[in-house]
């Protein structure tokens, strides 16, 4: 079945301390986004990337880094830098493309990342 | 800068009810508008996605309207089941289109369907 796997579900960060979430698709799409979800907010978007080797700032890409390095990869990278770490933060996959081709965003089931 | 609301945040109704969830935008000038759905902890689903030279989607029991030039849409729901509760979320496009694919989403409007 085709589909975004992230990884892991639930993620625990400490002061100071960086850590990486995983997102893998195997659909074969070209674009890939990362979004934060507060409680009761809509989704914000972090970074985006439409190409391998290639990606763009969102709205708050402030304190969190990415990396494209394979099309079917894009893990994100939260930092010490983000002060306010703790959200749900979804990956999304889509094709490119006008007119049939379309394609709404795919979405992974998410990880929740918390402070300890 | 583009906006979008939904009304109402939450909505609690018996099975079998029809309903309309709303959505608008402050800019219409928008590509495409999608309605997702939510299921707690879980990541969302496109229900249906509607062209901006369109004026409404159906699938199911679920059917989208959409009235550009006012900035709005509506998600009607048919026969609601208690399988539908969820959050709902819209999210537009920009209208330039072309190489720009971000989506501006709405906070979404909590369903509860009692049985």
Not at chain 2, 32 to 57: A, V
Request: with cysteine; glycine share 10%; hydrophobic share 30%.
């Amino acid at each position: 079945d085709g589909g975004i796997t992230q990884s892991p579900k639930y993620l625990f960060r400490k002061e100071g301390q960086n850590v990486t979430l995983s997102c893998e698709q195997n659909l074969n799409h070209d674009a890939m986004y990362w979004y934060r979800q507060d409680p009761g907010q809509g989704l914000r978007l972090i970074y985006y990337s439409q190409i391998v080797n290639d990606f763009q700032k969102g709205d708050i890409a402030e304190g969190y880094s990415v990396s494209r390095e394979k099309k079917e990869s894009f893990p994100l990278t939260v930092t010490s830098a983000q002060k306010n770490p703790t959200a749900f933060y979804l990956c999304a996959s889509s094709i490119l493309g006008q007119g049939p081709h379309n394609q709404p965003q795919h979405f992974g089931d998410g990880t929740r990342l918390s402070i300890l | 800068k583009q906006e979008v609301t939904q009304i109402p945040a939450a909505l609690s109704v018996p099975e079998g009810e029809n309903l309309v969830l709303n959505c608008s935008f402050t800019d219409s000038a928008i590509y495409n508008l999608q309605w997702f759905r939510q299921d707690p902890g879980k990541g969302l689903t496109s229900l249906l996605l509607i062209q901006s030279s369109q004026r409404e989607q159906t699938s199911g029991r679920l059917n989208a309207s959409l009235d550009k030039s006012s900035g709005r849409s509506t998600l009607y729901i048919a026969a609601s089941q208690p399988g539908d509760s969820a959050t709902y979320l819209c999210a537009v496009r920009p209208g330039s289109g072309g190489s720009n694919y971000k989506l501006t989403f709405g906070k979404g409007t909590l369903l509860t369907v009692n049985p």
